[in-house]
């Protein structure tokens, strides 16, 4: 069974109007004029106009990590050993990448790792995607976006890592960068600054304080790219787990935080993700009672791929999106939820139903 997530993107905003009114009919007055002065009428004060409400719009954001173009992932050999090779190929799994993308409909998506040694994973992505356009399409931290709902008034892309910065033995990294846009709502001209990445890789202090300090830097991106202090989104592959509490791995969440920025699942009237507690990074497989099953769905209710607000931002919905269909299968006496078809990532996109008021801070 699975559960459809469908989102329509809407504007809402407060609108008045005047009835129209009607000229007086005036009458001919039958009474003689009075010769007595006129008492002067009492003065009123005009009651003090109530300002219009700000306009909002309601509309979904994902972050999608679609995983970049090779066969060296870590659950890539899970899949080889279960025969699952060929779905690895970048022309296979972009079209099913497409496929979620489409079937949620998010207005905003923020990509990571848009990256191959040959053709880039979006050359393969787009064209599935009729409607949508991209803000940095040949980097690593794409930002695609409706053209149906928003318009493009700025972008930018900035480093924060240079390549060839690691944190333990085996690390490698072509660098790590943040994409950031400013897009106007169409329909009622309100703008949003959104911005994008994927930070340090890594279970240790040492990559901790990496990401701590790339958000140091995104923080002071906003500063520059944002300073009337319009509503903003940050997407990315994190690369720290929601509710981690240890002293220093808990650092990058320490530093969204005192930007006034919050995880849109705490912000969230409802988890509706359609595998219950899915994690959003789920590397191509799970382990059931000891032994690694390929496509298996983790549900161990946590996720490293964040929408990041303000807490004034109001999201009726957050969701890990494992579908469209999910296929249940009996292992070992349990009921396991597996990927269904091709699996695009080793990661599912995070998906949140927001309305942002256009009302600059």
């Not at 459809?4 to 009607?22: K, N």
């Not at 509309?59 to 899949?79: D, E, H, Q, R």
């Not at 787009?126 to 695609?144: C, D, F, H, R, T």
Request: contains cysteine.
């Amino acid at each position: 069974m699975f559960r459809r997530f469908a989102i329509v993107a809407l504007a809402l905003f407060l609108t008045s109007c005047a009835a129209p009114g009607t000229t007086p009919t005036i009458e001919p007055s039958t009474t003689a004029p009075s010769t007595s002065p006129t008492p002067s009428a009492t003065p009123t004060s005009s009651p003090t106009p109530t300002p219009a409400a700000a306009p909002s719009a309601r509309f979904a954001v994902m972050t999608y990590n679609i995983l970049k173009g090779g066969t060296s992932c870590p659950g890539c050999a899970a899949m080889k050993k279960a025969g699952y090779a060929d779905e690895l190929d970048l022309k296979v799994r972009m079209p099913a990448a497409a496929a979620k993308i489409a079937y949620t409909g998010p207005a905003i998506v923020g990509i990571q790792e848009n990256e191959n040694d040959g053709k880039l994973p979006l050359t393969y992505l787009l064209p599935e995607l009729p409607g949508y356009a991209a803000v940095n399409a040949k980097k690593s931290v794409p930002i695609l976006y409706l053209e149906s709902l928003f318009t493009l008034v700025d972008s930018g892309f900035a480093t924060l890592e240079k390549p060839g910065v690691t944190c333990y033995q085996s690390d490698k990294t072509a660098g790590r960068y943040v994409s950031w846009a400013k897009l106007q709502h169409l329909e009622t001209g309100g703008e949003i600054v959104v911005l994008n990445t994927h930070l340090h890789p890594g279970d240790s202090t040492e990559c901790a304080a990496l990401r701590a300090e790339s958000i140091t830097k995104i923080r002071a991106l906003i500063d520059e790219v944002n300073p009337a202090g319009l509503p903003i989104i940050v997407t990315g592959d994190f690369n720290t787990l929601h509710g981690e509490e240890r002293e220093g791995y808990v650092d990058p969440l320490d530093k969204m935080w005192a930007a006034e920025l919050v995880d849109a699942f705490d912000l969230a009237d409802a988890d509706l993700s359609d595998v219950e507690e899915a994690d959003s990074a789920n590397w191509m497989k799970a382990e059931i009672d000891g032994v690694e099953y390929a496509k298996a769905i983790s549900t161990n209710h946590t996720h490293i791929d964040y929408i990041w607000l303000r807490d004034s931002a109001l999201v009726t919905s957050w969701m890990v999106f494992s579908g469209p269909e999910i296929d249940y299968r009996d292992v070992e006496g349990q009921t396991v939820p597996f990927f269904a078809g091709v699996l695009p990532s080793d990661h599912s996109p995070v998906i949140a139903d927001v309305t942002l008021t256009f009302e600059n801070r």
